[in-house]
C-alpha cells in the first residue's frame, strides 16, 4: 500500500478511529456502554497502547502509524491523560466508572485535539496521492471532465 508519511497505513486505519471514538463521549456512551456492541474501552486502549501504537511511548511509533512529531506529541499527551484517569479508577474499573471520573474530560480533550491533528494529516496525504496520479480503485485512469450541453 502506498501512502505519504506513514510505513504502516493499515495500523494507522485502526489508530485513527481509536482516537475519534475516545474524542465522543456520545459514543462512548452509545457503544461502549451498549452490551451488544462490539467495541468498548477495552478495545480502544488495546489499539493505542498495545497493538498499533503505545500513547505511553510513541516516538518509535513516528513515520510508522504516526505522521508527525505533532502527532507524536500528542498521542503523548493522551495516554498521560489516560494513565491519569487508569490510575485513580484501576486498570480492572468498569467502562462507566472511567468515563464518570473526574480526569476523563482531560482524555476526551486530549484525543479530540489529537483527533484533528490525525485527520487533517490525512487529508494531505490523500491530496499528495491524488496529485501524485493515484485513482481509487487503483486500476482508474483520471477521467476526463464531461463536456457541457450545447458546447459540441
Request: hydrophobic share 45%; aromatic share 8%; glycine share 6%.
Amino acid at each position: 500500500m502506498i501512502d505519504h508519511g506513514v510505513a504502516l497505513p493499515s495500523y494507522r486505519l485502526h489508530v485513527v478511529p481509536a482516537v475519534v471514538a475516545l474524542a465522543s463521549p456520545a459514543w462512548q456512551r452509545d457503544v461502549w456502554l451498549d452490551p451488544d456492541q462490539h467495541e468498548d474501552l477495552d478495545h480502544v486502549v488495546h489499539v493505542l497502547f498495545d497493538d498499533f501504537c503505545n500513547a505511553d511511548d510513541p516516538q518509535p511509533w513516528l513515520g510508522q502509524s504516526l505522521r508527525t512529531e505533532q502527532e507524536v506529541e500528542l498521542m503523548a499527551r493522551l495516554g498521560t491523560a489516560y494513565g491519569a484517569v487508569q490510575d485513580a479508577v484501576g486498570a480492572g474499573a468498569r467502562d462507566e466508572e472511567y468515563l464518570a471520573a473526574p480526569g476523563w474530560a482531560a482524555v476526551v480533550t486530549a484525543a479530540a485535539g489529537l483527533a484533528q491533528v490525525l485527520v487533517a494529516n490525512d487529508h494531505v496525504a490523500l491530496s499528495k496521492l491524488h496529485e501524485a496520479g493515484y485513482r481509487w480503485p487503483l486500476d482508474t485512469e483520471p477521467s476526463s471532465p464531461e463536456p457541457e450541453e450545447g458546447a459540441r
